[in-house]
């Protein structure tokens, strides 16, 4: 009688990859950049620490990784730029939390005490965030209405994140969608 050959349990590299990057971005969402190690990681992801390496290459790859995927896919810049700052205000003012921008959120504020990490997060802002918003504005001043337009929406963004909501009235939600929206479609055409 024939018994079947038994190998080693079969490896499903994507749910692997997944499960690490889900522990780093929970540890990293704890505790500073600095203090979490890969065996951490590995612990809480139920993997070897030599997989981190294969999949992320280092802790800093990890950790830029976890930052990736605590965004959602910007569209911000999608859409007319007449009608950017409406789009813009009514997210800011009527969207919905999203717990992976709140993950990512935390996972920089936790980290900003680690050189290190605050230049990856810094880069990482500048190619993804900043750079892009500069070069669709364009024009002579399109430095610095980016950076204008970025404090503000980054400004009323966590706040209310913070805060946990307006708390307004609909009236003054209303109001609040109105100013933010001309303030920021006129940063954006330079007035």
């Known amino acids: 009688m024939a018994f079947p050959v038994c190998g080693p349990r079969p490896r499903n590299a994507a749910a692997t990859r997944a499960s690490i990057l889900e522990a780093a971005q929970n540890r ?3 505790e500073s950049y600095d203090d979490v190690g890969m065996r951490d990681i590995a612990g809480d992801a139920g993997v070897d620490p030599a ?3 294969r999949y992320f290459g280092s802790k800093e790859g990890l950790f830029r990784a976890a930052l990736d ?3 959602e896919g910007s569209t911000l810049l999608d859409g007319d730029r007449e009608t950017f ?3 813009i205000a009514h997210e800011i003012v009527y969207g919905t939390k999203s717990p992976k921008k709140m993950q990512g959120l935390q996972i920089i504020l936790r980290s900003m005490s680690s050189a290190r990490a605050m230049e990856v997060v810094q880069q990482q802002s500048c190619e993804q965030f900043m750079n892009p918003l500069t070069t669709w504005i364009g024009g002579d001043h399109g430095a610095v209405s980016a950076r204008m337009a970025a404090a503000l929406m980054m400004g009323m963004t966590v706040s209310k994140e913070i805060t946990g909501g307006l708390d307004l009235s609909e009236a003054e939600c209303r109001s609040l969608e109105q100013r933010l929206a001309r303030v920021l479609q006129d940063i954006i055409d330079g007035a």
């Open 85 to 87: 700052a409406t789009r």
């Open 51 to 53: 997989l981190i390496v």
């Open 28 to 30: 990293f969402a704890r």
């Open 69 to 71: 995927h605590c965004h």
